[in-house]
Each structure stands twice: as structure tokens, then as C-alpha cells.
């Protein structure tokens, strides 16, 4: 087992990795550029290093540097939490060549699945479903034409590198097709450096439902299920559960097991999402993301297992601790993702938090970084915590949302709560009868 692990991250997500390692005994090290300083997770820590000024690029994104703090450190590993450096296969190669292990899974398989057109072709090649579309990259527009012709409109234009709703743009006849394309890879250009896009079936009204996979890295794998995302702004998660509304036990097992079954064979290693959209009782794969996820927390809660655990000891050489037969689901939870945005806008609110209490009881967790007094800086992600309810089905997992929210107190900056507390009030929401449209359509139809 290691003895001392680099964590190089910041917020919510470094205090996370930083508690397990407490846990299992190992020594932690934060890196923090001069705007986290006073950060939670340098204060929790065992060690801390300074990387760099507040601009990502500078600190949290400089690979030479967080090598550096390793070799001077001497950390044996790095985890690199979610975001950030943490799906860049470049930079795991840098670290594989220094010796340093990578809580992760290989610069192999990141490049693989960080492609969206390879990843597509060999989840296919490994009987996933997937949506309908090109074969590979589309060049022009008059191959875009044809394509689309085969397929049928409306069709999604999406860059093959990239994420985040960047370079994806919709045609829903052949006279939308041409700016879309235009417009795809323009954005695809100015955001990824890279502007090959491809293109896909669009759905009308999916379910976004992703399944939780875990591999040894030695042709051995498991799945915990799905969690339903579905609840979106502008392709960012705001609201995930677990288990999805419209997934039932066969089903599960079912695109479990195809799922589990892919990424033994390609021996993958550690924690990884395989993404579907979900429509009509079909699945059909988008992307896969190679790391931990923002929502892992609710599969923590309906599984009774530590992720972040048990990719260290997979990293360790240690192997599962747990096989499929004793993966037993539990309930129900949710998670809702607070950011310190103003409403209605959803602006990014940096500033000083006056007061900060979070909620308790059973069945509920807090992950954050705020503490009363901490100074929000302006130069990261708007996410400042998430909350986390679990019961013993969804009813009583809302009931605690609901309680949890009136508990709750962040005073000093605004934040998204009361889009939660609104949230909650919906009859479909209560229901769980939602798409990946609802949200962006209810907040649309919302009096500002």
C-alpha cells in the first residue's frame, strides 16, 4: 500500500480523496495554488505545496509543476479527483514515465476513450449499444449531407474532442444542417484546438442514465448500477439519482453486465462511467469518462461502498475487495450540486462566505470545502458543495431532500438552493417523470 499520495485537486473533491486517505493510513499532500491558501483542503491535509499562481493553467493544470511537488514530496501516488488534469492522457504519461503511480486507469485507455468517435467504435466492437451515426469523423459538408440522409433528422453535429455541450449543435432539417456543421467546428476549433466532428441520431426526448463500472486492471470488472443525470443545464448535471426512475431490476442487470463485461476485456483499471442516453427501453452510449464522478456519492449510498477507497487499493495492485454478488442496491439517494451562482442567470458569485451550517440527521451527507469566513475565489468552478440524501425508496429520499435544504445555511454569497427547493415542489420531479429537456424547458417558462 502507498504510504504518502499527492492530491491534485482543489475544493469539495481534494478533501474528499484526502478523508479516505486518512481512513487507510496514508499520508496526504494537497497542492493549492496562492488563491487556495486557506483552503479546506490544505488545512486537512498532512502535508501542503504551493503550485503556482490562481490561474488553473498556472497551478492546478501545470504538469511540470505537480510532478515537481511529487518528486519534493515524495509521493508515491497521485489522485487526481475529477476535472482538471484528470482526464489527459498526456499528463498520465508524464507520470507513468516518472515512476509515479496514477489512481487512475492507463494513458492508453484515457487517449481510447477521451476520442469520442474511438471510444464510440470500441465500445460498439465490445457489444455496447450505441446511437446511430457516421463512421468516424465527417470531413465536409457534402459528406455531411449524405450522412444525415442515412441517418434520418433531426441529427446531433458533436466534436470528437471535448465535452461540456462545446461543438454540438442540432439539425433538425436539411436546410439547418449547413450552419450547424459550420458552427460545430468553429466552436470544436476555438475550444479543443481540434475541429473534426462526426455525427449522430438525435433523440428526442432521452433520459441521460450512466453506469458505474469498476475494473482490476487484470481482465476482472464490475458494475454498480446506473444513475439517472438527466436533470441539465447546459449539458452540466445539476441534480443525479440513484437508482434511475425508469430503469427496472432486469434492465439493470442486464446493461450492467454488457458494461462490466467491456471494460474486463479491455483490462481497464479503476473507476469508470459508461454514459448512455436512455429512450423507449433502449440505451445507447455517448462517452465514457475515465475517472470518478461528481455524483459518485449516491452510488456510495445505495451500495454501501468507499470508491475513492477502493480505487487506491485497485492502484495498489490490491485488486477488488468486492465481486458482483456482493453488490447489493439499497434504497434509493440523491444528490443536488450547490454552486455559488445567482438566480435566475445562474451568474458565477465569488466572495466571502459569512456563515456556513450544514445539515445532518440520518441519511444525509455534506461534501464541501466551505467553512464560515472562507473567501470563494473567482477563479475555479462556481461548485461549492453537494448534498446528499439516501432512504429507503425515493419517497422518503425526497422527504430528507426536502428537510435537508431547510436546514441548510450559506449566507454571504448567493448560491443555487433555491432552485432545489423549487425543484422539489414539481409534480414531475416528485414523480420522477423528466428528460434531459425538462429542466432547461421549466426554467425557461419560469416568471424572472
Aim: aromatic residues 6%; contains cysteine.
Amino acid at each position: 500500500m502507498f504510504h504518502k499520495i499527492l492530491v491534485a485537486n482543489r475544493g469539495e473533491i481534494a478533501l474528499r480523496v484526502i478523508r479516505a486517505c486518512r481512513e487507510m493510513g496514508i499520508r496526504s499532500v494537497a497542492v493549492h495554488s496562492t488563491a487556495d491558501a486557506d483552503a479546506m483542503h490544505v488545512r486537512m491535509a498532512d502535508e501542503a505545496i504551493c503550485i503556482g499562481p490562481p490561474p488553473a493553467a498556472d497551478s492546478y493544470l501545470s504538469v511540470p509543476n505537480i510532478i515537481s511537488a511529487c518528486e519534493i514530496t515524495g509521493s508515491e501516488a497521485i489522485h487526481p479527483g475529477y476535472g482538471f488534469l484528470s482526464e489527459n492522457a498526456s499528463f498520465v504519461q508524464v507520470v507513468e514515465d516518472h515512476g509515479i503511480t496514477f489512481i487512475g486507469p492507463s494513458s492508453a485507455h484515457i487517449r481510447v476513450m477521451g476520442d469520442k468517435i474511438a471510444a464510440k467504435e470500441t465500445m460498439k466492437a465490445l457489444g455496447v449499444p450505441v446511437v446511430p451515426g457516421s463512421d468516424g469523423g465527417v470531413p465536409d459538408i457534402e459528406t455531411a449531407r449524405r450522412v444525415a440522409a442515412g441517418i434520418g433528422y433531426p441529427v446531433l453535429v458533436k466534436a470528437t474532442a471535448g465535452g461540456g455541450g462545446r461543438g454540438m449543435k442540432v439539425a433538425r432539417s436539411p436546410d439547418d444542417l449547413e450552419i450547424a456543421f459550420r458552427t460545430a467546428r468553429a466552436e470544436a476549433r476555438a475550444a479543443f484546438g481540434n475541429d473534426e466532428v462526426y455525427l449522430e441520431k438525435y433523440l428526442g426526448r432521452p433520459r441521460h442514465v450512466e453506469i458505474q463500472v469498476f475494473g482490476d486492471g487484470k481482465g476482472r470488472a464490475v458494475h454498480l448500477g446506473e444513475r439517472d443525470c438527466s436533470l441539465q443545464r447546459r449539458h452540466q448535471k445539476v441534480f443525479e439519482e440513484a437508482p434511475g426512475p425508469a430503469v427496472d431490476a432486469a434492465m439493470r442487470a442486464r446493461i450492467g453486465a454488457v458494461c462490466a463485461d467491456a471494460v474486463a476485456r479491455i483490462g481497464y483499471s479503476g473507476a469508470g462511467t459508461i454514459e448512455f442516453l436512455y429512450e423507449d427501453g433502449e440505451f445507447f452510449f455517448i462517452e465514457m469518462n475515465t475517472r470518478l464522478q461528481v455524483e459518485h456519492p449516491v452510488t456510495e449510498a445505495v451500495f454501501g461502498v468507499d470508491l475513492v477507497r477502493e480505487q487506491i487499493r485497485v492502484a495498489a495492485g490490491m485488486g477488488l475487495s468486492f465481486g458482483q454478488d456482493d453488490l447489493q442496491l439499497n434504497g434509493h439517494a440523491i444528490e443536488v450540486r450547490i454552486n455559488a451562482e445567482r438566480l435566475p442567470d445562474f451568474a458565477p458569485c465569488p466572495g466571502r462566505v459569512k456563515v456556513f451550517h450544514a445539515p445532518g440527521g440520518l441519511g444525509v451527507r455534506m461534501d464541501s470545502a466551505l467553512y464560515g469566513g472562507y473567501a470563494i475565489p473567482p477563479y475555479y468552478d462556481s461548485l461549492i458543495g453537494k448534498l446528499i440524501v439516501h432512504g429507503r425508496d425515493r419517497g422518503e429520499a425526497l422527504a430528507r431532500l426536502n428537510r435537508a435544504l431547510g436546514e441548510i445555511i450559506i449566507d454571504g454569497v448567493d448560491t443555487t438552493l433555491p432552485l432545489f427547493r423549487d425543484l422539489l415542489e414539481q409534480p414531475d420531479i416528485q414523480a420522477g417523470r423528466y428528460d434531459i429537456h425538462w429542466l432547461e424547458a421549466w426554467l425557461a417558462q419560469r416568471p424572472r
